[in-house]
T-cell receptor, first 116, second 114 residues
């Protein structure tokens, strides 16, 4: 069972370049999330999705875009990379069972991105 | 969601119980307490959650005070592999909050020492 898979694991970008961070899950989860984590800091939510075709902004969405065309995939797009986007990016998913109090998120292993 | 306060760091001797406190004095009646941990460079991992009764699973125990203004996560026999950042999060469940996601603070960095 693969769970949440992120690619690539590491990437170095030049300022102004674009890239897409891939995230896929095989647990048929409705909810998917993108977080970033700067060194020594907690996680900050970038975007999230409650189902295919539905996305919403989190705390720090500027400079990013997302799409959710399928239940499995939730790619994160950086259009014009800036040094401030140097961070570790985590994708996560959770089930959408109704009336559940379990907020169990499953995280991917992360993508370490450096913008130079 | 209620705010939480956790100590920035703690040490624990290997084999001893690790007791991680969390203050949430503004917690409301339908807010749950969730605990996650993040081992170095990995994604966070769910540990346990509860409303007002004490909870136990294979990873840890969660003790919530009667007034629900604070809680303690207990790792009964800490090992070196328990060294991690532990996050305490207080919020209403998704189905009551309009599906808003979890928000992670800075947590407590637990160091288990041999």
């Amino acid at each position: 069972n693969a769970g949440v898979t992120q690619t690539p694991k590491f990437r170095i970008l030049k300022i102004g370049q674009s890239m897409t961070l891939q995230c896929t899950q095989d647990m048929n989860h409705n909810y998917m999330y993108w977080y970033r984590q700067d060194p020594g800091m907690g996680l900050k939510l970038i975007y999230y999705s409650v189902g295919a075709g539905i996305t919403d902004k989190g705390e720090v969405p500027n400079g990013y875009n997302v799409s959710r065309s399928t239940t499995e995939d939730f790619p994160l797009r950086l259009e014009l990379a800036a040094p401030s986007q140097t961070s570790v990016y985590f994708c996560a998913s959770s089930s959408g069972r109704q009336l559940s109090t379990n907020e169990k998120l499953f995280f991917g292993s992360g993508t370490q991105l450096s913008v130079l | 969601d209620a705010k939480t306060t956790q100590p920035p760091s703690m040490d624990c001797a290997e084999g001893r119980a690790a007791n991680l406190p969390c203050n949430h004095s503004t917690i409301s009646g339908n807010e749950y307490v969730y605990w996650y941990r993040q081992i170095h460079s990995q994604g966070p991992q769910y540990i346990i959650h509860g409303l007002k009764n004490n909870e136990t699973n294979e990873m840890a125990s969660l003790i919530i005070t009667e007034d629900r203004k604070s809680s303690t996560l207990i790792l009964p026999h800490a090992t070196l592999r328990d060294t991690a950042v532990y996050y305490c999060i207080v919020r209403v469940p998704k189905f009551l909050s309009g599906n808003t996601p979890l928000v992670f603070g800075k947590g407590t960095r637990l160091s288990v020492i041999a």
